[in-house]
């Protein structure tokens, strides 16, 4: 077995969990489900995520575009989140923040609310998929990066 070096610690591979912040170290992400009804039965989607806590005041994140994954337990493939013109597969949703952090953008497949908090506070939004494709059950973690 090999040792690696992550942060202050030393981990075997596959063992632990290293959090590194992307833009913001307290960025908070709120999974969010929808419930499909079907005859016989019915399915809770993962249909939106909450983002709180987005540093606006320092302007760390403003004019940032975050990429956001979604992973089962064991695999290291990312889920399909959406499915955009009925054959596009959505795996990686993008969501970028305005440099003057009161407008946002994402990619096709996605939608997301008006942001509060604009440039005086942290901000807030929600990203929303508009043909959600993984179920609840299926979502372990979540994963946001900045750039």
């Known amino acids: 077995a090999a040792n690696i070096s992550l942060g202050s610690g030393t981990l075997e591979f596959g063992q632990g969990v290293q959090v590194t912040a992307a833009c913001d170290s307290a960025i908070t992400l709120t999974p969010k489900v929808s419930f499909t009804n079907t005859s016989g039965g019915g399915t809770f989607f993962l249909s939106t995520v909450g983002f709180t806590g987005i540093d ?3 302007g760390k994140c403003q004019g940032k575009t975050f990429s956001l994954s979604a992973y ?14 009925s054959s596009t597969a959505v795996t990686v949703a993008t969501v970028g923040v305005s440099a003057d952090g ?3 953008t994402t990619t096709a497949g996605t939608v997301a609310s008006a942001p509060t908090g604009g440039a005086s506070a942290n901000l807030s939004f929600d990203l929303g998929f508009t ?4 179920t609840s059950g299926a979502v372990y973690k979540l994963t946001l990066q900045s750039n």
Do not use: K
Request: aromatic letters at 4%; glycine letters at 4%; a negative charge.
């Open 131 to 134: 043909t959600p494709t993984s």
């Open 102 to 104: 009161n407008s946002v």
């Open 56 to 58: 606006a005041q320092s």
């Open 72 to 85: 089962g337990d064991t695999s290291a493939t990312p889920l399909q989140l959406a499915t955009f013109n």
